[in-house]
């Protein structure tokens, strides 16, 4: 595997399910992103992770919950979800938090019902 | 509000033509600009970057103009190919915190 890779690539749950979003970098680096994107809307930053260390939490409901236990792998963990929830979710990693040249997973489409 | 617009959601160009692609932004302490394309069912690739302290910056058939004074930037592809059909977000990198800003993209089609 190279490059960043993402799974599941699509996801659908009810608003009582709790599911994962798994992220992994095979790139060596030390930055971590999660950003949805909801259609008609521009990429939204939800979470960084510098080192395996959270550094911007961009105002996210509690109902997503990352965790990155190292540097190469991210998940976002979901319960109670709402319908306007339903988007496609991006992961991204780079060399370190900062350089602007980041490289992206092909996201998941999850839909809420 | 929207600190990083595309303001045309789709841009249609002949092959070989040049495709110009828009951007707009209001915040001038943006140090970096970018533009990413991304292709159906894949996440968005790096493209082309410009410096605030740039005007111009040139990668093969891709060019990136930057107008500080108007906070506008532009992406020419000359020449268009079919290839190059996609959706192309043009994003800014916020001072010191480093994240980027996306604007909404604009979906070009090029047609042969």
């Known amino acids: 595997e190279t490059g960043v890779t993402q799974t599941p690539r699509h996801l659908v749950m009810g608003m009582t399910n709790k599911k994962s979003l798994k992220c992994e970098q095979h790139l060596g680096h030390n930055a971590m992103y999660w950003y949805k994107q909801s259609a008609k809307k521009p990429l939204e930053l939800m979470f960084v992770?510098?080192?395996?260390?959270?550094?911007e939490n961009n105002s996210v409901p509690s109902r997503f919950s990352p965790e990155c236990p190292n540097s190469s792998h991210l998940f976002l963990h979901l319960h109670t979800l709402q319908p306007e929830d339903s988007a496609l979710y991006l992961c991204?990693?780079?060399?370190?938090?900062?350089?602007?040249?980041?490289?992206f997973g092909p996201g998941t489409r999850l839909t809420v019902t | 509000d929207q600190q990083v617009k595309q303001n045309s959601p789709s841009l249609s160009v002949q092959e070989g033509r040049i495709s110009i692609l828009n951007c707009d932004y209001t915040?001038?302490?943006?140090?970096?600009f970018l533009w990413y394309k991304k292709y159906p069912a894949e996440g968005p690739t790096f493209l082309i970057s410009i410096s605030s302290i740039k005007d111009k910056n040139e990668d093969g058939r891709f060019t990136v103009f930057l107008n500080k004074s108007a906070k506008h930037l532009s992406l020419h592809i000359v020449p268009s190919q079919p290839g190059d059909s996609a959706v192309y977000f043009c994003a800014a990198r916020g001072g010191s915190q480093g994240n980027l800003i996306f604007g909404k993209g604009t979906k070009l089609s090029v047609k042969p």
């Open positions: 991204a990693s780079s060399q370190e938090w900062g350089r602007y040249e980041q490289y």
């Open positions: 992770y510098n080192f395996k260390e959270q550094t």
């Open positions: 915040n001038s302490m943006f140090d970096y």
